[in-house]
């Protein structure tokens, strides 16, 4: 079965670096997400993503966070600037169609800001 | 804004016992989905399910989108499901996020 793999699996980086996380949706879909985790929390919406443009984000996407689709494959969720509170798990998800389609969701990122 | 509640918050269960979580939310679905998160922080699919009943081995999923609330049964527990449930939804005039709730803690003791 298709899958959307996420790397790295862990990344630790300092206050303040910028830090890429890179998805791979699966090859058919169009619709494109991230959301976050904070340890002990509930999953958040950061951002939805189709036709190469951002289509909703949420008051967490700030001007420190983009998304970009380099090629035909990758995702990618870019911090500038990171900050502590930017520790959290980032999942990636992905779906055919739209809102009506299961989202399909990678294993995550688990993000360590020092 | 809109409401995805789950419960109980958490459930600690012996093994081989059966066991009902809900999940109750405030709008209507057009998409509803249940993980289960691992040790390991995955999100593992178990349902897509914005109506009517699927059954996946010991687990099955309802969904009464009409009075809006979900139901996830674990029958015959194993130590193996342990872990965090999410329900999530995504909601008409919504886009197509998916909105998350607390979760449920579940913990099968052998």
């Known amino acids: 079965e298709p899958e959307v793999t996420q790397t790295p699996s862990h990344q630790v980086t300092q206050m303040g670096q910028e830090v890429i996380l890179r998805c791979v949706p699966i090859?058919?879909?169009?619709?494109f997400y991230w959301y976050r985790q904070i340890l002990g929390q509930k999953v958040e919406f950061l951002v939805s993503f189709y036709n190469n443009e951002i289509s909703e984000k949420s008051e967490i996407f700030d001007d420190q966070f983009s998304v970009e689709r380099p090629d035909g494959s990758n995702f990618t969720l870019k911090i500038r600037s990171t900050k502590l509170e930017d520790s959290a798990m980032y999942f990636c998800?992905?779906?055919?169609?739209?809102?009506?389609?299961?989202?399909?969701f990678g294993d995550g990122t688990r993000l360590s800001i020092l | 804004g809109i409401q995805v509640e789950q419960s109980p918050p958490d459930l600690i269960l012996q093994e081989g016992a059966n066991s009902t979580l809900r999940c109750n939310f405030s709008?209507?679905?057009?998409?509803l989905q249940w993980f289960h998160q691992n040790p390991w922080g995955q999100l593992i699919n178990l349902f897509y399910?914005?109506?009517g009943t699927k059954q996946n081995g010991r687990l099955s999923a309802t969904t009464v989108a009409t009075e809006r609330y979900s139901l996830l049964y674990i029958s015959s527990s194993q130590t193996t499901d342990s872990g965090v449930y999410f329900c999530?939804?995504?909601?008409?005039?919504?886009?197509?996020?998916?909105?998350f709730g607390q979760g449920t803690e579940l913990s099968v003791k052998p």
């Open positions: 999530a939804g995504a909601f008409y005039n919504q886009g197509g996020k998916l909105i």
């Open positions: 090859s058919n879909h169009l619709y």
């Open positions: 399910i914005p109506s």
């Open positions: 709008d209507s679905v057009n998409n």
């Open positions: 998800a992905s779906t055919e169609t739209g809102r009506d389609q299961p989202q399909h």
